[in-house]
């Protein structure tokens, strides 16, 4: 079975109140063995649009990629991330 990736680029329009979902998020990553392979690095952008913050998380597969976003707790935090930033999210398997 594959791994699965969540891979995630923010913008974040209320710095002060982000952490908020870092501190909700974090112990359910944990949980789920999220293991972040990219964490707002320097980058370029080369075509297309683009977000100030990129994150690749590995996860050990989809059904627990897909497992730890649909979570209560996950939902929870995620509804104040989208209070405070916008973003696009995709969850995509590995190679095999």
């Not at 974040?12 to 974090?26: F, K, N, Q, S």
Request: with cysteine; proline share 5%.
């Amino acid at each position: 079975m594959p791994k699965a990736y969540w891979i995630v680029h923010v913008t974040v329009h209320d710095e002060a109140r982000y952490p908020e979902y870092l501190a909700a998020a974090m112990p359910v990553f944990e949980r789920y063995g999220a293991n972040f392979i990219v964490r707002n690095g320097p980058y370029e952008v080369m075509e297309g649009a683009t977000r100030q913050r990129n994150f690749v998380i590995e996860f050990k597969d989809r059904a627990t990629a897909m497992e730890c976003y649909t979570c209560a707790d996950y939902q929870a935090a995620k509804a104040i991330r989208q209070k405070y930033s916008d973003g696009d999210f995709v969850i995509i398997d590995g190679p095999e």
